[in-house]
């Protein structure tokens, strides 16, 4: 439980929540460690650094990898020699490691995962491409591959592989997702609306995909039903900051001053050392008195 509720933290990252993520790296049982790493995956790069590379002389294995994962995002220009030394080193012993399942579809897409963010992007390509040939219904191999390709600007290549893992799996909301993106980048409009849609239906859970698909329809014209969809998120998940900022900000911009503290409120409560969410809130209790 306390393992689940540190990788939880890797959303909600604050100066309240940092203390418990550094309590943690330093716990002697590595399953805790190894959440700790996982909570820091969307932390700025030098915070990485400075909390995680130590992490890559952790006794144990399967931390290190965490380690690796987490790090290969930071950029190289970050590190001192040594240090970058230091971490192809443990990339090396991470790609060993995986390898040691090559039959299996899913080791090939993390070391995939890790060559993308290295920008190593024709390895990461081959390794994603190998996921599919074991297994050719591996979906998530099709989804990051599919995003390689955008990254690459290969936007063709990208959509006739979202089409196909549809083929394959028509109830998946991450493709719908990844195509629904592909299809915006395109300015194909209508079609991407159907794609992100139909992602928040199939993965009612992932608030993510409600906030991407409420964006959507706000800059459409669709106000009233990207707040709808916004409020259908929040009821799932109440302290998603995305979501909650889109509330506010949509909730303002409608009028709605009351309903946009109410949001307000609710991001202060998660967020108490935020002068931001403070600073908001007591502008919108000053407008709603006017």
């Known amino acids: 439980a306390k393992a689940t509720a540190l990788a939880e933290l890797a959303g909600y990252l604050s100066r309240a929540s940092i203390g418990s993520v550094k309590t943690g790296l330093e716990n002697d049982d590595p399953l805790l460690r190894g959440s700790a790493i996982d909570a820091l995956e969307s932390a700025p790069p030098d915070m990485k650094l400075k909390l995680v590379y130590g992490m890559l002389d952790d006794p144990v294995l399967a931390v290190r990898m965490k380690a690796v994962s987490v790090l290969a995002g930071v950029p190289k220009e970050n590190m001192t020699a040594a240090q970058r030394e230091r971490f192809d080193k443990a990339v090396s012993e991470y790609i060993s490691s995986q390898m040691t399942n090559a039959d299996r579809p899913e080791a090939h897409l993390n070391i995939g995962l890790i060559y993308a963010k290295l920008g190593r992007f024709p390895e990461a390509e081959a ?40 083929g394959i799996s028509p109830w998946n909301g991450d493709v719908y997702h990844a195509l629904g993106l592909l299809l915006v980048r395109q300015n194909r409009i209508p079609e991407a609306m159907n794609a992100l849609e139909e992602s928040v239906k199939l993965s009612p859970g992932n608030t993510r995909y409600s906030y991407v698909y409420a964006v959507a329809l706000n800059d459409t014209g669709e106000k009233a039903e990207s707040i709808r969809v916004l409020e259908e998120a929040y009821k799932r998940r109440p302290a998603d900051r995305d979501v909650l900022s889109a509330l506010i900000s949509y909730k303002r911009e409608s009028g709605d001053i009351k309903g946009a503290i109410k949001y307000t409120e609710a991001l202060v409560d998660i967020s108490p050392d935020d002068p931001d969410a403070a600073r908001m809130l007591e502008e919108l209790k000053a407008a709603a008195k006017k």
């Not at 989804?143 to 936007?155: C, F, I, K, P, S």
């Open 127 to 166: 390794s994603y491409k190998a996921a599919i040939n074991l297994e050719p219904s591996f979906i998530p191999a099709y989804v990051n591959l599919a995003d390689l390709y955008r990254m690459e600007g290969r936007d063709n290549e990208a959509e006739s592989l979202l089409r196909s893992a549809l």
